[in-house]
């Protein structure tokens, strides 16, 4: 979908009610759920995890396994594709209306912007 169809009004309206939608209500929130360390640094350098194998400490921590990681992706990937199908439909706001409007991320622009330019021959449109 090109960037240019959508204003920046209905581009937030549609990125805010595709995470709340497919991301945010997902397994995600069973993997928030649960008891969240204190760290009386800040930093959690003091907080360690004890295991039946030692202990781990929490910023080495994996906080995902594989299994978990897998489960939230295929649902994530379902929601999305589900999603924009039926996206005239589902592109409304619940509670993320309230949430900070969206910024362009810089290095997936950046990506963007080179497969373009690969597309393009090099030419990117952009002044020399």
């Avoid at 991301?23 to 800040?42: K, Q």
């Avoid at 039946?52 to 978990?68: A, F, K």
């Avoid at 030419?123 to 020399?128: F, H, M, Q, T, V």
Wanted: glycine share 6%; hydrophobic share 35%.
């Amino acid at each position: 979908m090109p960037d240019e169809t959508l204003s920046d009004a209905e581009k937030t309206r549609f990125t805010l009610a595709l995470v709340e939608q497919c991301v945010r209500n997902s397994f995600l929130e069973t993997l928030h759920a649960g008891t969240v360390p204190d760290s009386a640094t800040g930093d959690y350098s003091d907080v360690k995890v004890v295991t039946p194998y030692g202990e781990i400490p929490w910023t080495q921590l994996s906080r995902i396994s594989d299994t978990e990681m897998k489960t939230l992706m295929i649902e994530i990937t379902n929601k999305v594709f589900t999603f924009v199908t039926y996206a005239e439909d589902l592109a409304v706001l619940g509670p993320a209306r309230r949430w900070n409007k969206p910024e362009i991320d810089t290095a997936l622009a950046r990506r963007a912007e080179r497969r373009r330019a690969s597309r393009h021959g090099g030419d990117d449109g952009s002044p020399k």
